[in-house]
């Protein structure tokens, strides 16, 4: 799966503040993302990440 920073994603789940976007800060071996409504940051190892990740909405390519 093909990661930016920027990049808007649609996870499974909804965070308790009852959003579904975030917003990638970190890619590597470990993700980070920020919730959009409450700001919450989450760190999930990749293969976690790729499990729980619906679709990605936003790609932003790196030129």
Do not use: N
């Not at 700001?39 to 619906?54: A, N, Q």
């Amino acid at each position: 799966m093909q990661l930016y920073l920027g990049d808007l994603v649609q996870m499974r789940k909804t965070h308790p503040c009852g959003s579904d976007r975030w917003v990638i800060t970190r890619t590597g071996a470990d993700i980070k993302i920020k919730c959009e409504g409450f700001g919450r940051v989450v760190m999930l190892d990749r293969p976690e990440f790729e499990k729980r990740v619906r679709k990605i909405l936003t790609v932003h390519t790196e030129e």
